[in-house]
C-alpha cells in the first residue's frame, strides 16, 4: 500500500465499551449492557484510519507493561503501521478508555490516559517523517514539541478541549475540532494560518481559512450504530485527502464519507473504513444525485 507518508504522535489506549438502550444520566446506573473490548486512543485510531485509507503511517505513542499493551497494538500491527517508535512504560499501565454507548450510537467516554502521559516531551527522538498528526490525548507540551520539530504538513485534531500555545494556531496547516471544542476556543481558531475543519455531526463539516467558509459537505445517511471513532476516520481521511491534493469540497466530502461509514460498526478500531468503503459510498451518493436530478 503506498500513498502520503504520515506520522502519527498520539494516544494508544484499550477501549472498553459497554452497550446499552441509553446512556446514564448523572446518579443513574444503566443495565442490560454488553461489553466489548477493542483498541482505541484518538493517536492509533488516527493512525490505522490513515493507513487504511492508504497512507504509509508511523505511530508514535507508548503502552505499558501488561496484558492490555497486545490488544491496544493488536490492529495497528496486522496492517502494517510502523511501531518501532511505539515505546513500554516501566511505570505506567497501558492507556484505558470506559465507553458507555446507547441504542442511537451516540456514546460518553472516560480516559484513565496511563502510559500516554508518560508520554513526555523529552521522549521524542526523532522528528516526524513526511506529514504529522497530533491530538490533545498527550501532554500538551509533548504536541508543542512534535509540532516544533515537524517540517512537513502538520494536522492538530485539538480535542480533547484544552489550553494550547498560541504557536499551535500560527504552525498548524489544518485545525479539526467539533462545534464544542469550536467554541471553547473561539477567536484564535478562525485566525488560525491554516485551514480549519468543523464538525457537525449528522450535520456534516465546514472548512474554514481565515474565518471565511471555503467548503461545507453533508455525510452520506447511514443508520449509526456507535459514533466512537467517526471523527478520527474524519481526521485522517481529511488529511489524506489534502495530501493527496485534492481540492477542498472533494476533501471535506471524503472525510464525512469516512466518518459516516465508521459510525455503522461498533467500536473505533474495528469501525474504521477502507478507502474502497469509501469511494464505494461516495460513489453511491453522486449516482443517487444523477438519478434524482434525470428527467
Do not use: W
Not at 509540532?147 to 500555545?165: I, R, S, Y
Amino acid at each position: 500500500m503506498s500513498g502520503p507518508a504520515i506520522t502519527v504522535v498520539g494516544s494508544i489506549n484499550l477501549d472498553m465499551t459497554a452497550t446499552a438502550a441509553s446512556l446514564p444520566a448523572p446518579g443513574e446506573t444503566v443495565t442490560g449492557a454488553t461489553l466489548g473490548r477493542h483498541p482505541g486512543g484518538k493517536g492509533a485510531n488516527q493512525a490505522l484510519a490513515a493507513r487504511r485509507l492508504g497512507a504509509a503511517v508511523r505511530m508514535v505513542g507508548r503502552v505499558g507493561r501488561d496484558g492490555l499493551a497486545d490488544e491496544a497494538l493488536a490492529l495497528l500491527r496486522a496492517e502494517g503501521v510502523d511501531l518501532s517508535a511505539c515505546a513500554v512504560d516501566e511505570t505506567a499501565a497501558t492507556g484505558v478508555a470506559l465507553i458507555a454507548v446507547a441504542a442511537g450510537g451516540e456514546n460518553q467516554i472516560v480516559v484513565a490516559p496511563g502510559a500516554n502521559a508518560a508520554l513526555t516531551p523529552d521522549r521524542l527522538a526523532a522528528p516526524p517523517q513526511g506529514a504529522l498528526i497530533c491530538q490533545l490525548e498527550l501532554p500538551v507540551q509533548t504536541v508543542a514539541r512534535a509540532v516544533e520539530m515537524a517540517d512537513g504538513f502538520v494536522c492538530l485534531n485539538l480535542a480533547p478541549a484544552a489550553e494550547v500555545p498560541q504557536a499551535l494556531f500560527d504552525r498548524a496547516d489544518l485545525i479539526v475540532v467539533n462545534e464544542t471544542e469550536a467554541a471553547f476556543y473561539g477567536a484564535p481558531l478562525h485566525r488560525a494560518a491554516g485551514l480549519v475543519a468543523v464538525t457537525l455531526g449528522g450535520k456534516g463539516a465546514r472548512l474554514f481559512r481565515a474565518g471565511e467558509v471555503v467548503a461545507q459537505a453533508a455525510p452520506p445517511p447511514v443508520a449509526a450504530v456507535d459514533t466512537t471513532g467517526a471523527g478520527d476516520a474524519f481526521v485522517a481521511a481529511l488529511t489524506v485527502a489534502l495530501l493527496e491534493k485534492q481540492p477542498p469540497a472533494d476533501a471535506l466530502a471524503f472525510a464525512c464519507a469516512a466518518g459516516a461509514v465508521a459510525a455503522t460498526r461498533a467500536g473505533a478500531q474495528p469501525s474504521l473504513p477502507t478507502r474502497a468503503e469509501v469511494e464505494a459510498r461516495l460513489a453511491s451518493l453522486a449516482a443517487a444525485g444523477r438519478a434524482m436530478e434525470a428527467p
